[in-house]
């Protein structure tokens, strides 16, 4: 943590941007912190309904601009173009002492850009992950940003090695203390059996990954319904009448009826992951941020992906990892695609990725981590492994350390003679 005693504008401005879930998430906390420092600071950009909540002027809605995929993105382009302009002329009005960039490097990397030529100092928080793909835009980092800072330790010695000042701050996760419900009362409350196994399905917290991921879950639970009962944790992101309406749809598996399907499944609509994953026996998880929190929390778990073909196939072609992250590919030439095989150095969580996502697959994957065996119990602590490098042995955590950088940029932008405050942090 910046102990030193730092001269800083009383009114600092910041922009922020954060266009996912998570970023809005770790946003808000970062707005929240500052503004604990000062509290007359003003903060605007780019955010979702968390960072709104946290006191950010919401310029754009992260929840209009957010797509998933190379197609994806590529249909949506004219109105995210059109987003990111309107969002650069309030910059270039406003002129923030600091930007705080999150993940989104699509948009974020551009923002930096613009930022860059205003001389805005810019504190970019979740790498983009260009130690696997877009390579090229590593020089964009190197010109554009003054401070990195990682949740993951191999990040470091990526940036480090090409001359970004970058800072391994642990994962915001890891920080996070494990669920507090008692199993009793979680059944309580979502009228589950206790007596029985239940196993958590996560297959995202966009649409899109709803879509391309849920039909397989929902299979495998047809499959397993009668001694299993599933917990699906239905994301703030996503309309939860859409979802029991999206489950109901194929009619060729049982009636079109939303309640009589989840009964018939066994299968409950919960908030929160964290909670799910902290009481089921085992889990499927969407690739993601989820598969950290399931690693941190230490339930075991299958990695589960599909996205379109065309996105597949140019992904496969495109991502290749560095020295610094030691990988291998699967039968299919798949390179590992989940954060916790790439922390680990080496494949601890089975991948089921495009064709090989389905019921079937999953099921003979989720079955020796339903039952005592030696592969459970290695899963679970090669899983504890990847939480204890996920935690750092610091004094501070990832948000308060971000918060740190930038003070200390603050500091540095201040001119001399200039309205000032010093304060000790």
């Not at 998570?22 to 903060?43: F, K, N, P, V």
């Not at 495998?220 to 309309?239: K, M, R, W, Y």
Request: glycine share 6%; charged share 25%; proline share 7%.
């Amino acid at each position: 943590m910046y102990t030193g005693s730092i001269t800083t504008n009383p009114n600092p401005t910041i922009f922020l941007s954060a266009g996912e879930a998570s970023g809005d998430h770790y946003g808000a906390q970062i707005l929240s912190e500052l503004r604990s420092r000062h509290s007359s600071l003003i903060g605007f950009g780019l955010g979702g309904k968390e960072l709104e909540d946290a006191g950010l002027d919401r310029i754009v809605r992260a929840e209009d601009v957010a797509h998933m995929g190379i197609t994806e993105v590529i249909r949506h382009i004219p109105y995210i173009y059109g987003e990111y302009r309107r969002l650069v002329a309030v910059i270039k009005k406003r002129r923030p002492d600091v930007a705080i960039l999150i993940d989104f490097p699509d948009v974020n990397l551009r923002l930096a850009r613009e930022l860059k030529k205003l001389g805005v100092p810019v504190v970019y928080f979740v790498s983009p992950q260009l130690w696997a793909w877009k390579r090229r835009r590593l020089r964009w980092v190197q010109q554009r940003v003054d401070r990195m800072m990682v949740i993951f330790p191999f990040e470091e010695k990526f940036y480090r090695a090409r001359g970004v000042d970058a800072t391994f701050v642990g994962h915001p996760l890891a920080e996070l203390p494990r669920p507090t419900v008692s199993r009793g009362d979680y059944a309580a409350a979502h009228g589950l059996d206790p007596a029985k196994q239940w196993i958590a399905l996560l297959p995202g917290s966009r649409w899109k990954e709803i879509t391309a991921n849920l039909d397989a879950m929902i299979e495998l639970a047809h499959q397993l319904s009668c001694g299993f009962e599933f917990l699906l944790p239905v994301a703030a992101t996503i309309d939860r009448q859409k979802l029991e309406a999206y489950i109901a749809g194929p009619d060729e598996w049982w009636p079109a009826k939303p309640e009589s399907d989840l009964k018939r499944l066994h299968l409950h609509l919960v908030p929160g992951a964290r909670e799910a994953l902290h009481h089921a026996r085992a889990s499927v998880v969407a690739s993601g941020t989820a598969t950290v929190q399931a690693a941190v929390i230490g339930n075991p778990f299958v990695v589960v992906y599909r996205v379109s073909p065309v996105t597949f196939r140019l992904a496969k072609l495109l991502i290749h990892y560095p020295p610094e992250i030691p990988s291998q590919t699967d039968a299919d030439g798949n390179l590992p695609i989940a954060m916790v095989n790439l922390i680990a150095g080496r494949r601890i969580v089975p991948e089921f990725l495009q064709d090989r996502f389905t019921a079937k697959n999953v099921a003979a994957a989720l079955a020796p981590l339903l039952a005592e065996t030696t592969e459970r119990q290695q899963m679970i602590a090669d899983l504890a492994e990847v939480r204890h490098i996920l935690r750092p042995d610091l004094n501070s955590s990832p948000i308060q350390q971000v918060c740190d950088a930038v003070e200390e940029l603050l500091s540095r932008k201040m001119p001399a003679g200039g309205p000032n405050v010093t304060a000790s942090v």
